[in-house]
């Protein structure tokens, strides 16, 4: 089973670069995340969505941007990458029954740094 | 938002139990609680979640406070394999969203 596949898995930029950050999971899952990790701050969510066409905010959503076409999908993009912006990006995706909490499957991440 | 306090660091001996203690005060009624570990170099991965009762699985048991302000993972006997960051979290899943945030967690050390 593939679950959360997440490419690439490391990536270069230079200020100002863009790129997307793809996520693809083959469970059916409703729900779909992403999550950047820095050192010593644990995991932040950057955006999430509930389905296809739906995506909101989550705690640090500025400079990223996100789409969901389809059930299988949920690519990041940085549209003017920043040094900020160097971390650890994680992708999750799990069932979603409205208030009923599922567990949440993890991608392997992507180590970006931004120069 | 669901905030949560836990330890920054803990030991344990090997193949001896391990309560991972977590604050989660402002979780609401309806959110389950949620744990998660995390190797080095590697995704989160699952370990347990619940509502309100204790709950087990092949991983771990979760004891959940009668008034549901905190929590306590228990691993009943530490391997070397068990060295991890445990992350304790609670969904905010008010209507028409979902969301579950993590702390910074608690770093799990195994001495042989």
């Known amino acids: 089973n593939a679950g959360v596949t997440q490419t690439p898995k490391f990536q270069v930029l230079k200020t100002g670069q863009s790129m997307t950050l793809q996520c693809a999971q083959d469970?059916?899952?409703?729900?779909m995340s992403w999550y950047r990790q820095d050192p010593g701050m644990g995991l932040r969510l950057i955006h999430y969505s509930v389905g296809a066409g739906i995506t909101d905010q989550g705690e640090v959503p500025n400079g990223y941007n996100v789409s969901r076409s389809t059930t299988e999908d949920f690519p990041l993009r940085l549209l003017s990458a920043a040094p900020s912006q160097t971390s650890v990006y994680f992708c999750?995706?799990?069932?979603?029954?409205?208030?009923?909490?599922?567990?949440?499957?993890f991608g392997s991440g992507t180590q970006l740094s931004v120069l | 938002d669901a905030k949560t306090t836990q330890p920054n660091s803990m030991e344990s001996n090997e193949e001896e139990p391990v309560h991972l203690p977590c604050n989660h005060s402002t979780i609401s009624g309806t959110d389950y609680i949620h744990w998660y570990r995390q190797l080095p170099s590697q995704g989160p991965e699952y370990v347990i979640h619940g509502l309100t009762s204790n709950v087990n699985n092949r991983m771990a048991s979760l004891a959940i406070a009668e008034d549901r302000k905190s929590s306590t993972l228990i691993l009943h006997r530490a391997t070397l394999r068990d060295a991890a960051v445990y992350y304790c979290?609670?969904?905010?899943?008010?209507?028409?969203?979902?969301?579950?945030?993590f702390g910074k967690g608690t770093k799990l050390s195994v001495i042989p």
């Open positions: 979290t609670g969904g905010d899943s008010g209507a028409g969203s979902y969301q579950l945030t």
């Open positions: 469970m059916n899952h409703e729900y």
């Open positions: 999750a995706s799990s069932y979603y029954q409205g208030e009923i909490n599922e567990k949440l499957f």
